[in-house]
């Protein structure tokens, strides 16, 4: 098997499943119609870097099925978040050899967004700047391990 960006496995991408929006700019990327560096893709997930980092690496792992955000989320939509997290550290992993897990931010913009894609933010290390800390911080940014265990409840 192929891999693709990540040294991940590059599964064939099957899009007869695929809800999208034509207005998205990240269906956009994930359909290749606009320009973006892909790290990795598979038939799940599409990972880039954020076109604003707030810190040296910063990714976005999005999933294909466009999803608007975390408020729609079900107790069943565990697995996919676990599987973002795990896509997005794999991919971190390709340019970053050595993570401290203490400065490590992942998560999810709530409950304001600029892209009504859902999209994981993978950040190492912690956001640089006043601006980039407070737009990552817990008033506007809630935590991977905060989603999962909200999901746990509904």
Sequence with gaps: MSTSGAGLPNKSLDSSN????????????RDKTVPANILYEDDKYVVFPDHKPAS?????????????????LKSSDETMVQEMLETGLKTLRESVSDINTEDLRTGFHWPIHTVSHLHMHIIYPPPQGLISRIIFSSWFFKSTEQVL???KSK
């Design 18 to 29: 695929i809800v999208t929006d034509p207005n998205c700019i990240f269906c956009k990327i």
């Design 56 to 72: 040296e690496n910063h990714l976005l792992v999005i999933p294909r099925t466009h999803i608007k955000n975390i408020s729609v």
């Design 149 to 151: 265990e909200s999901l």
